[in-house]
Structures are given as structure tokens and as C-alpha cells.
């Protein structure tokens, strides 16, 4: 390895650390790392802002300036009363409820947009109940991400492979959906054994959430019905927008904007609910990724992976799957998978059938965003919002619980491979 590997390397060993030891913030140690990269002369700032996703930056923003218009109109208060009242004030049910919506949701929105939907739904019931919030922001980040493996819009690196593989969203729906499901359905037992049956209210706090009518909590009836209809816009956008010839962004801000224009809400007040440390954060992140992409170490990764299976498929698809999502688990899945296009494509060139692979990539990037706090974008940004109201959730914390879950979905998903591609 040359110098500037080594020091790439180095850089992004240390900031990991600092994130996981919690010495110093996610954000001002993904910045301090960012500016030490460019520093350091690791690779131009020309090459470090080409590495900034500025697409999923947009999204995140957009769909947190189009939730803080959302929630004046009251909707969350009254979705998530409507839902403690069906669950009958029984956490677990609700939990379930919250677990299945956030993974329908993920599926058809991208999971960022999701969890800044469903969390502060998940923080009014939590408070009309008085229980801890964590577990249900643990099994909603959870949710997110096995919801978002279902279609080619669900996640980003299922966007790149469809693109790039030429697949469609029929496609995905076809292969990657019904392991989504068996998936979802066997950490629903999971989540039951680890949350469900402690998860206990009295007498007294169901019958106070059943006394309650969640239409006294709709604050403004106009922008509620305006929410909807820019919700559906959102829906319809993020799913036609390659047909339209739009970035997601585009989608995300110009809902937003509109949004704010139309509900007269002042942007100054709008702008200040933004989550500016997430931001930061993924910016920083994306340059000291990008730095061990443009030394060439993320490509050493992916190659690695290929050459150990002497170019067997079916061997080169599980250690794909299994190196995807502990890749995944560490670094953005996005960096990774757009390393691993011309590598499998260059396969598929020399007259390999690649499908397989297409899919263990698919799988194993976004079931391996559950792996660590830093995983996914939803990740963050859920713990973010559960650290604002007084909740927080460590990276450590998170790793012991989500880890092996996140290795139990990728056994389910090398499982089902094996059956779908048994001739590999």
C-alpha cells in the first residue's frame, strides 16, 4: 500500500473509533476527520466534494423541512393516538403496528423520509403511555432497513444495481420482497422476545389513552389535508423519479418548498428544526469514505472478496452477501456498491452469469445497514431525534443489540439465495 492508503486508512480508523468509544460527537469527528484528509493532501477538494452525495444530502434536508411543516397540523399526534387506541394501549401491539407501517413505508419512500415520519408518532405515544421510547426506535430502525431491501426505491444501493443491471422495479418486488417479508416476519418473533413480553402499562394509563379522541388533536385541518396531498406527491414522486429524469433531492426539496410556500409557514422557523448535525455528519463521512475509495482501498476490499472464491458463483455469492453487509455495517453501503458495479459487470463481460451476485450485493448492502449506528442514514438520523427529546441511544448500545440481528437476516437471506440460485 502506498502512503496516502495508509493514511486514509489511519484517518478513518481513528474517527471510527472516536464514534464508537464516544469521546468526541459523530459530527465534529467526522468533520475533524474530513478536514484532515483534505489536510493531508490525501486527494483534491475538487475530488472530496465529487464524493459528497449531495442527492441523499438533499433528501435528508428536504424531507426535515417538509416534516417540520407537517407536524404543526397535528397529524402525528393524531396517527399515533389512532394507533395506541387500535393496539387498545397494549405497547407490543403498537410496536408491531410501528414496526409494520415503518417497513411498508421504507419500501415505497426512501427509509430516511420514513423514520422522520414515524418518530415523532412513536415519541407522543410513548409519552401518553410513560414508557422508554428506545426499543421502539431500535425495532423502527430495524424496520426501516429490511422494509428498504423490498424494491428498487426502498435504498439507494438498490437504485444503483437496478440502474446498473438493467432491472426493474417488478424485479425487485419478484426477488428481493418475498426475503424481505420471511425476513420481517421472523424478527417480529425476535423483537417479541426481546421488548414484547416486558412491555407492561396498567390499568390506568390504557384507559387514558382509550379516553382520548385523537381528532381534538388536529391543530390545523387546512394544512392536514395540504400534508396528505404533498405526502402522496412525495410517494409518487420518489417512485417515477427516473421516468421524470429527477434526482430524489429535487423530489424531497421541491415538496418542501412548496410545502412551506403554500401552509405560509416562516422558513426561518422551518430551517431551525433541521437536524444540522446529521448533516454535517454524512458530509464529513462521505469524504473520508471517499478517500478510501479514491486510494483505491475500498476497490482492494472488492476485489479481495471476488478473488478468494476462485471465481466459483455460488461461493462468490454468499462471500458476497456476507462481506456486503459487514462492509455495509462500517462503511457507507453506497461507496461500497458503486465499487462493486464495474467488478461485477467486468464478470458479467468475461461470461459470467452475474444475477446471482446482483442480488447477494442487494441484500447484503442493505439488510448490513443494521449492523452499527453508522450503518444507514435512517440510523442516524432516528438517534439523532431520540437524543433531542432526552433519549439516547450509544453505538455501543446499539452494536450489542443490533449486530446479531443483523447477522440472523443475512443467514435467512444466504438461505433463501441458496434455494433461489441452487445451480449457481
Given at each position: 500500500m502506498d502512503a496516502n492508503q495508509v493514511i486514509a486508512i489511519v484517518i478513518f480508523v481513528i474517527v471510527m473509533l472516536a464514534i464508537m468509544t464516544e469521546k468526541l460527537h459523530r459530527s465534529l469527528a467526522a468533520i475533524v476527520g474530513a478536514m484532515v484528509v483534505l489536510a493531508l493532501h490525501v486527494m483534491t477538494f475538487d475530488a472530496a466534494m465529487g464524493h459528497i452525495d449531495f442527492n441523499t444530502l438533499g433528501v435528508l434536508l428536504g424531507m426535515m423541512l417538509f416534516v417540520s411543516v407537517v407536524k404543526l397540523s397535528g397529524v402525528f399526534e393524531y396517527l399515533a393516538i389512532k394507533s395506541a387506541r387500535i393496539a387498545r394501549g397494549d405497547p407490543w401491539k403498537i410496536m408491531l403496528l410501528f414496526v409494520l407501517l415503518t417497513a411498508v413505508l421504507s419500501a415505497f419512500l426512501d427509509n430516511v423520509t420514513t423514520v422522520l415520519l414515524i418518530g415523532p408518532m412513536t415519541l407522543t405515544v410513548c409519552r401518553l403511555l410513560d414508557i422508554n421510547p428506545i426499543p421502539f426506535f431500535m425495532t423502527e430502525i430495524m424496520?426501516?432497513?429490511?422494509?428498504?431491501?423490498?424494491?428498487?426505491?426502498?435504498?439507494?444501493?438498490?437504485?444503483?444495481?437496478?440502474?446498473?443491471?438493467?432491472?426493474?422495479?417488478?424485479?425487485?418486488?419478484?426477488?428481493?420482497?418475498?426475503?424481505?417479508?420471511?425476513?420481517?416476519?421472523?424478527?417480529?418473533?425476535?423483537?417479541?422476545?426481546?421488548?414484547?413480553?416486558?412491555?407492561?402499562?396498567?390499568?390506568?394509563?390504557?384507559?387514558?389513552?382509550?379516553e382520548l379522541d385523537e381528532r381534538t388533536y388536529i391543530k390545523d385541518a387546512r394544512l392536514l389535508k395540504l400534508s396528505v396531498v404533498m405526502t402522496g406527491v412525495v410517494v409518487v414522486g420518489f417512485m417515477a423519479h427516473g421516468a421524470l429524469g429527477l434526482e430524489s433531492s429535487i423530489i424531497a426539496l421541491g415538496v418542501a418548498g412548496i410545502t412551506i410556500l403554500l401552509s405560509r409557514t416562516s422558513i426561518e422557523d422551518a430551517l431551525a428544526q433541521v437536524?444540522?448535525?446529521?448533516?454535517?455528519?454524512?458530509?464529513?463521512?462521505?469524504?473520508?469514505?471517499?478517500?478510501?475509495?479514491?486510494?483505491?482501498?475500498?476497490?482492494?476490499?472488492?476485489?479481495?472478496?471476488?478473488?478468494?472464491?476462485?471465481?466459483?458463483?455460488?461461493?462468490?455469492?454468499?462471500?458476497?452477501?456476507?462481506?456486503?453487509?459487514?462492509?455495509?455495517?462500517?462503511?457507507?453501503?453506497?461507496?461500497?456498491?458503486?465499487?462493486?458495479?464495474?467488478?461485477?459487470?467486468?464478470?458479467?463481460?468475461?461470461?459470467?452469469?452475474?444475477?446471482?451476485?446482483?442480488?447477494?450485493?442487494?441484500?447484503?448492502?442493505?439488510?448490513?445497514?443494521?449492523?452499527?449506528?453508522?450503518?444507514?442514514?435512517?440510523?442516524?438520523?432516528?438517534?439523532?431525534?431520540?437524543?433531542?427529546?432526552?433519549?439516547?441511544?450509544?453505538?455501543?448500545?446499539?452494536?450489542?443489540?443490533?449486530?446479531?440481528?443483523?447477522?440472523?437476516?443475512?443467514?435467512?437471506?444466504?438461505?433463501?439465495?441458496?434455494?433461489?440460485?441452487p445451480a449457481a
Open positions: 424496520a426501516s432497513n429490511i422494509g428498504g431491501t423490498a424494491t428498487l426505491i426502498g435504498d439507494p444501493p438498490n437504485i444503483m444495481i437496478g440502474s446498473a443491471a438493467g432491472f426493474t422495479f417488478l424485479d425487485f418486488i419478484m426477488m428481493d420482497a418475498p426475503a424481505v417479508v420471511v425476513i420481517l416476519a421472523a424478527i417480529l418473533i425476535v423483537f417479541y422476545f426481546m421488548y414484547g413480553r416486558s412491555m407492561k402499562v396498567n390499568d390506568e394509563e390504557r384507559a387514558r389513552v382509550m437536524e444540522w448535525t446529521t448533516l454535517s455528519f454524512f458530509a464529513g463521512l462521505f469524504v473520508i469514505v471517499g478517500a478510501l475509495a479514491e486510494t483505491g482501498v475500498i476497490g482492494m476490499l472488492a476485489n479481495s472478496l471476488v478473488d478468494m472464491t476462485g471465481g466459483n458463483v455460488f461461493v462468490t455469492m454468499l462471500v458476497l452477501l456476507v462481506g456486503s453487509a459487514v462492509i455495509s455495517s462500517f462503511l457507507d453501503n453506497i461507496p461500497f456498491v458503486a465499487t462493486m458495479i464495474p467488478i461485477l459487470l467486468t464478470m458479467e463481460a468475461s461470461g459470467m452469469d452475474v444475477t446471482p451476485l446482483w442480488w447477494a450485493v442487494s441484500l447484503g448492502a442493505c439488510l448490513g445497514g443494521n449492523g452499527t449506528l453508522i450503518g444507514a442514514s435512517a440510523n442516524v438520523v432516528l438517534s439523532d431525534i431520540s437524543k433531542k427529546f432526552g433519549y439516547e441511544i450509544t453505538f455501543m448500545s446499539f452494536f450489542k443489540t443490533a449486530f446479531p440481528i443483523m447477522l440472523l437476516t443475512v443467514l435467512m437471506a444466504g438461505a433463501y439465495l441458496v434455494l433461489r440460485f
